[in-house]
Each structure stands twice: as structure tokens, then as C-alpha cells.
């Protein structure tokens, strides 16, 4: 049970931060409907969010690697943004009124979810959000 509290935990975290970035970021949208519409669109997205990141930021990085090197990590900046384009196409897709237009709105996404995100993790007691 204390891992499905942590994963209703991290999913909660990716949805407040995802929630923040469409505030703060112009391109980044939430579109219009109830509050529990808005809300459940949120908690889908970061359940797509987080398996995205999953499943494809690991492979991205073994192929990746020597241009982790080469840029001394700054390549992740354009990887997360990419996924973060990812994300928003997935949902698009299957319905979800969450739109990301173009990567410079990907881009400030990613980090904005990033920084909430941490700050979020920090606030959050160890013992209930076991990483």
C-alpha cells in the first residue's frame, strides 16, 4: 500500500506542476470545462507524462550519451522539451483538451514542471513520497 501512496503522490506532484505550467507558460493549454473535467485531464496527462518519461528519457540517454557528453548535459534541456511535445501530442490524441504549441512553449514547460516539481519533492515528507 506505501507504494501506491507514493505513486498517487508523484502523479498528484506532475498534475500541480503541469497545472502551474499552464499558468506561467503562454502555449501551454488547459482547455475549458468544470473543474473536475480540468482536474481529471491534469491527472491523465501526468499518468502520460510520467510513462513517457519512463519509458523513452532512459532510451533517449543510452543512445544519446555522447551528445550528453559533447554538450556537457545541456542536450537534456532540448530532450525534455522534446517529451514535454511528446506529451502533448499523446493527449491531443486521445482526447484530452491539453495542447503544447511549438517547442519554445515545450521548452519552458519542461522547467517549469522540473522546478515546481522539485520544490513540490521538498515540501513532501520523505516517508510518503518514496523515490
Same mark, same amino acid.
Given at each position: 500500500?506505501?507504494?501506491?501512496?507514493?505513486?498517487?503522490?508523484?502523479?498528484?506532484?506532475?498534475? @500541480?506542476?503541469?497545472?502551474?505550467?499552464?499558468?506561467?507558460? %503562454?502555449?501551454?493549454?488547459?482547455?475549458?470545462?468544470?473543474?473536475?473535467?480540468?482536474?481529471?485531464?491534469? @491527472?491523465?496527462?501526468?499518468?502520460?507524462?510520467?510513462?513517457?518519461?519512463?519509458?523513452?528519457?532512459?532510451?533517449?540517454?543510452?543512445?544519446?550519451?555522447?551528445?550528453?557528453?559533447?554538450?556537457?548535459?545541456?542536450?537534456?534541456?532540448?530532450?525534455?522539451?522534446?517529451?514535454?511535445?511528446?506529451?502533448?501530442?499523446?493527449?491531443?490524441?486521445?482526447?484530452?483538451?491539453?495542447?503544447?504549441?511549438?517547442?519554445?512553449?515545450?521548452?519552458?514547460?519542461?522547467?517549469? @514542471?522540473?522546478? @515546481?516539481?522539485?520544490?513540490?519533492?521538498?515540501?513532501?515528507? %520523505?516517508?510518503? %513520497?518514496?523515490?
Amino acid at each position: 500500500m506505501p507504494n501506491a501512496l507514493a505513486l498517487a503522490i508523484r502523479v498528484a506532484v506532475v498534475a @500541480v506542476a503541469l497545472w502551474v505550467s499552464t499558468l506561467l507558460v %503562454d502555449g501551454i493549454e488547459l482547455g475549458a470545462g468544470t473543474n473536475s473535467v480540468r482536474l481529471g485531464t491534469l @491527472v491523465v496527462v501526468a499518468i502520460i507524462f510520467g510513462l513517457v518519461n519512463a519509458v523513452l528519457k532512459p532510451l533517449i540517454k543510452i543512445v544519446g550519451c555522447p551528445l550528453y557528453i559533447l554538450t556537457l548535459g545541456l542536450i537534456s534541456l532540448v530532450v525534455n522539451a522534446l517529451l514535454f511535445m511528446l506529451v502533448g501530442v499523446i493527449a491531443e490524441g486521445v482526447g484530452l483538451p491539453f495542447t503544447v504549441t511549438g517547442f519554445w512553449a515545450a521548452f519552458w514547460g519542461a522547467i517549469v @514542471v522540473g522546478v @515546481v516539481g522539485f520544490l513540490l519533492h521538498l515540501v513532501i515528507p %520523505d516517508r510518503l %513520497d518514496r523515490r
